[in-house]
């Protein structure tokens, strides 16, 4: 569990404001996580709790895919640990020098398509150029890329066991080909229910709390409802993105906030818009 000790003063807000972000922590090139850092600057104090992990899955067969890429048009990224697929496979099968001089060049002869600039980011430091990154989710990705000239050789997808169906659906309707595997599962963090306690004990009630997938509601939900009790009406829900808005709908629990895009910037933003008392 981290928690943000970086603020600016807010000139709009009375009070520094305790929000809980349900993800794990990244630190960036400046040693600190931006969401941390950027919700710091709307007079935020932001506490990073992880309710996932993550198990890798056929890997073996990733790798044998990753060594052809003859056989495909390009690459999907919608996810960070999908990235990490990729570098695993490299690591676990010795292929790091092969990947450097031979199979980057021929990937990147090809389209690789991302979600975000945090996966960008990721595939980039892996040696290969992106396109799509501006696209805030799967679905404008599915857009931009059915606006581009079709390939005839399929899109290579490592996904996870929960993939939104939005982005396979849309290159299918519009005659895209496209291979899925799924690389990674979701499962609960094994600390999840020890951290959420201890928040509650030490900081009380958050004014905001942001959902960062829908797999994270699932694991995190019942506890929240638990630690809250009748004051659970006083929390501003967020969420990273739509799929997660409407999971969160799904469970009857008002959504005061969609970030526009999957990015520090944008979910800054809308939680202090969200947040803002009347006559504040």
């Not at 595997?181 to 942001?210: C, D, E, F, R, W």
């Not at 997660?244 to 969609?258: E, M, N």
Request: aromatic content about 6%.
């Amino acid at each position: 569990m981290r928690s943000a000790r970086f603020m600016a003063p807010c000139k709009d807000c009375q009070a520094i404001m305790k929000v809980l972000l349900l993800k794990d922590p990244k630190e960036d090139d400046c040693g600190q996580d931006p969401y941390i850092r950027e919700l710091g600057l709307y007079g935020l104090e932001a506490t990073l709790i992880p309710v996932l992990s993550f198990e890798f899955l056929s890997l073996s067969s990733f790798s044998e895919k990753l060594s052809h890429p003859e056989g495909y048009g390009g690459l999907i990224f919608t996810s960070p640990r999908a990235v990490e697929a990729v570098e695993l496979c490299l690591e676990k099968d010795n292929k790091t020098e092969v990947w450097k001089h031979s199979l980057k060049e021929k990937w990147n002869a090809k389209s690789v398509y991302v979600v975000g600039s945090a996966t960008s980011s990721l595939v980039n430091k892996i040696g290969l150029d992106t396109e799509g990154e501006s696209c805030g989710n799967a679905e404008k990705l599915a857009e931009y890329i059915c606006s581009r000239e079709s390939p005839a050789l399929p899109l290579l997808f490592p996904c996870g066991t929960v993939k939104g169906e939005i982005l396979p659906k849309m290159l299918k309707d519009k005659g895209i080909p496209m291979e899925s595997i799924i690389v990674y599962q979701k499962v609960p963090h094994p600390g999840i229910q020890v951290n959420l306690h201890s928040y509650y004990s030490q900081q009380g009630i958050p004014a905001s709390i942001t959902f960062f997938s829908p797999s994270g509601l699932t694991h995190s939900l019942k506890h929240i409802q638990e630690l809250s009790g009748d004051n659970i009406g006083r929390i501003k829900f967020a969420a990273i993105g739509p799929s997660t808005a409407r999971a969160l709908a799904a469970q009857g629990l008002p959504v005061s906030c969609t970030a526009e895009s999957p990015t520090p910037p944008a979910l800054a933003k809308g939680l202090r818009l969200a947040l803002q008392a009347p006559g504040c």
